[in-house]
């Protein structure tokens, strides 16, 4: 299957990196989708690239209030719903020995509050009609405790364990539910980072989409699956010591 069986889509955290990717190459596949994120000028300048497929609402994931009325707002006007994805992510740069609450509860307002209460919706929606894909964009940061970020590991830990929970309660309805873990991309999230080799966002997306209609959990390379099975695998006094 291609992204293009797809006729409805919703993508929160869709005006940068991964998710503006996934809302033009769905809209170029022919689908309506829903772009939803905080910044206004991006999102408009996303509809302006193809004005018939793409259908812009600005919110901040950090209100989860707004969620439930604009969930039936936005499938309503968009006429139906077939692919939910949950793209926002933060994480800032954190120093070494620096504990900052208020960076700390950032990462888990977007992380991880903001996408139970859009996943939510989303799962009640395709519950309810027993049909559907949800989609969350996790991280191979979710798999270990890594000194370096630990909250923001932490929420992307906590994504993985709630999308398994989600894909155990719905795939008895024939609902599709995949999380995707990616590696690092070159976003503007992960400008700060120092690696070698990044993943371009357009091919992030697009084996995203590719990976979307089986349900479980999905690396974006082969290479990454089998070095993550190690890296899960490494016993933890071992592990404090390795800088990976």
């Known amino acids: ?20 990717e996934l809302v033009r190459q769905l809209a170029a596949s022919g689908a309506r989708v829903a772009a939803v994120a905080r910044n206004r000028d991006r999102l408009e300048a996303l509809v ?4 018939e497929k793409i259908l812009a609402y600005v919110h ?10 604009l969930f ?9 719903l077939d692919l939910f994805i949950y793209n926002a992510g933060v994480m800032p740069e954190i120093g070494a020995n620096e ?10 307002d977007v992380n991880i ?11 009640l929606r395709f519950d309810n009609v027993q049909h559907g894909t949800l989609v969350g964009i996790g991280s191979v940061a979710g798999d270990r405790g890594r000194q370096g970020t630990p909250v923001y590991n932490a929420s992307k830990s906590f994504l993985a364990s709630f999308m398994e929970a989600l894909r155990n309660r719905l795939s008895k309805r024939g609902i599709t539910v995949v999380t995707i873990k990616p590696g690092p991309v070159d976003t503007e999230m992960t400008a700060h980072m120092q690696f070698s080799h990044m993943m371009s966002a357009k091919d992030a997306a697009r084996i995203t989409l590719a990976k979307s209609h089986k349900s479980g959990e999905h690396y974006l390379k082969f290479t990454h699956k089998i070095a993550f099975w190690i ?14």
């Not at 901040?60 to 009325?69: F, I, L, N, S």
């Not at 039936?72 to 139906?80: D, S």
């Not at 509050?113 to 799962?123: H, K, R, S």
């Open 1 to 20: 299957m291609s992204s293009g069986s797809y006729r409805y889509a919703v993508v929160i955290g869709a005006s940068t990196g991964i998710g503006a």
């Open 48 to 51: 302006r690239e193809n004005p």
């Open 60 to 69: 901040d994931v950090k209100c989860p209030a707004e969620v439930p009325e």
């Open 72 to 80: 039936q707002k936005i499938t309503g006007e968009l006429g139906g």
């Open 99 to 108: 504990y900052d609450f208020g960076k700390d509860s950032g990462i888990i």
């Open 113 to 123: 509050t903001g996408a139970v209460a859009w996943l939510d919706q989303a799962a």
């Open 231 to 244: 890296i899960r695998n490494i016993p933890s006094p071992l592990f404090r010591k390795l800088k990976i």
